[in-house]
């Protein structure tokens, strides 16, 4: 995995920096569920054809026993921006905003008056949180992962398992390992991207689901490796296709992050 640098690092900046139960089970113990091809499992994920997305809701991020809760508007054109903005949870009292291209990364922050621009790099060196652009859509939508050819199929107990990795050879391969679960009805209930040599990992499991819209409305991202975290997002309004504008100007006076 080259690395994973934009939308986890970005929240976590976003937190970091700005200040502003009981877990569900996804995959009951039952007997086999019945024999699939994997071309059939990822059939069976639900077509999106839009190009932009937007998501509002509340969050929490828990990094080192710390725990943050926030409102977010999240809006997502698909492979080319992320656009998020944060905001206290009681009060509504904006705290932060960011976008994000593939080469680009700019963030200020409203309760410290400062602000950062360059590259995702600059951004993912501050945070030190590894992950790449390209798989920011495919996480936040519930669409497969891309997979290398000859990904192997399992069947466990109440679910599915594909990689594009045998269990034997991805410890041993620089390359990232993804992994994708499905429960026994075929849907997609969790993605991982892992580094075993780097020991870091991406896992994002799908929590619960907008059965009209096809996507998920509560999902967590679990990153593991330097200074690990846990992002959980509850969908309050999903509008995918809708038209959205990406408002962004740092103000004057604001001073750069070193």
């Not at 921006?81 to 960011?98: C, H, N, S, T």
Request: charged share 25%; net charge positive.
């Amino acid at each position: 995995m080259s690395t994973f640098r934009v939308f986890l690092g970005t929240l976590s900046l976003l937190l970091l920096l700005g200040g502003c139960g009981p877990g569900k089970v996804l995959f009951k113990a039952k007997s086999l569920p019945p024999a699939r091809r994997p071309e059939a499992l990822l059939a069976a994920i639900p077509e999106q054809n839009f190009q932009r997305l937007r998501y509002s809701g509340t969050g929490t991020w828990e990094q080192g026993g710390d725990q943050q809760r926030f409102r977010f508007d999240l809006r997502l054109i698909r492979d080319s921006v992320i656009w998020v903005d944060l905001a206290d949870p009681m009060l509504g009292i904006k705290a932060a905003r960011a976008i994000l291209r593939p080469d680009t990364a700019l963030f200020y922050n409203r309760l410290r008056q400062e602000y950062l621009a360059g590259r995702p790099e600059k951004l993912a060196q501050k945070v030190k949180l590894p992950f790449q652009f390209q798989w920011l859509w495919p996480l936040l939508t519930a669409q497969a992962l891309p997979l290398r050819e000859g990904y192997h199929l399992k069947r466990d107990s109440g679910r599915y398992t594909l990689r594009d990795q045998p269990l034997a050879q991805a410890a041993k391969s620089p390359l990232t390992t993804t992994v994708l679960h499905f429960n026994a009805q075929a849907q997609l209930r969790e993605q991982l991207l892992h580094q075993p040599q780097a020991q870091r990992s991406l896992r994002t499991t799908y929590l619960k689901y907008d059965e009209r819209k096809a996507l998920p409305s509560e999902l967590t991202l679990i990153y593991q490796g330097d200074r690990p975290g846990r992002l959980t997002l509850h969908m309050r309004r999903i509008q995918p296709g809708e038209a959205f504008n990406l408002p962004f100007s740092i103000p004057d006076g604001y001073a750069p992050i070193e």
